[in-house]
């Protein structure tokens, strides 16, 4: 076993990640206090060919210098929008069939493992405050609300790492397939 070198990866170049056919899903970060949660997001979008990232509130977006150094690059491919609050986001989304869904732990929330079923449909998920989460009035608008099962003391995630483990969830089905490994 060896590691591949950088020109065995077969990585896209900018141009053809913006000509590819994106996985789509729209990721809502409403008020992230943490850029480099910004760029780490931004970089997971890239990874999965997400269509775009919604950018809310007092949430960082580009051109900013720690987003740059944890997006390493992704915030040059991946679109973004920034919107005032999140209920324009959703608006723009309800007007383009998105499925829109809360990453909290709210009451009837559909637990992650459980959520397979929705993977192929246009969705949105919004992903809130590392402190206080995703707003109760954005709560109120979303379709549902998708929790990450917790066995720890803390039921609590960085907002980059609860994206990344749902990311990956609603992009996994579609790797099926792929022999590009």
């Known amino acids: 076993m060896r590691k591949l ?6 990585r896209k170049s900018v141009d053809e990640f913006r000509q590819s056919d994106k996985i789509p899903v729209i990721v809502v970060l ?6 480099y949660n910004v760029g780490s997001v931004f970089r ?7 269509e775009a990232i919604y950018i809310c509130g007092y949430t960082a977006r ?18 973004w929008k920034y ?11 309800r007007a383009e069939k998105f499925k829109i869904y809360a990453v909290e732990q709210t009451v009837n929330s559909i637990s992650l493992q459980q959520f397979h079923d ?13 402190v206080t989460g995703v707003e109760q009035s954005t709560i109120q608008l ?40």
């Open 5 to 10: 070198r950088m020109d065995e990866l077969n």
């Open 30 to 35: 409403e008020n992230i206090r943490s850029a």
């Open 44 to 50: 997971t979008a890239d990874a999965f060919l997400l």
């Open 62 to 79: 580009p051109p900013h210098k720690e987003i740059r150094k944890t997006a390493l690059g992704a915030d040059e491919t991946v679109q």
């Open 83 to 93: 919107f005032a609050n999140s209920n324009s986001a959703i608006e723009m989304l």
């Open 118 to 130: 929705r993977a192929f449909q246009k969705m949105a998920v919004v992903f809130g405050n590392e």
């Open 142 to 181: 979303c379709d549902g609300s998708i929790e990450i099962p917790q066995l720890g003391m803390k039921h609590s995630l960085n907002v980059s790492v609860a994206a990344g483990i749902v990311l990956w969830e609603l992009a996994k089905p579609r790797f099926a397939g792929n022999n590009n490994q």
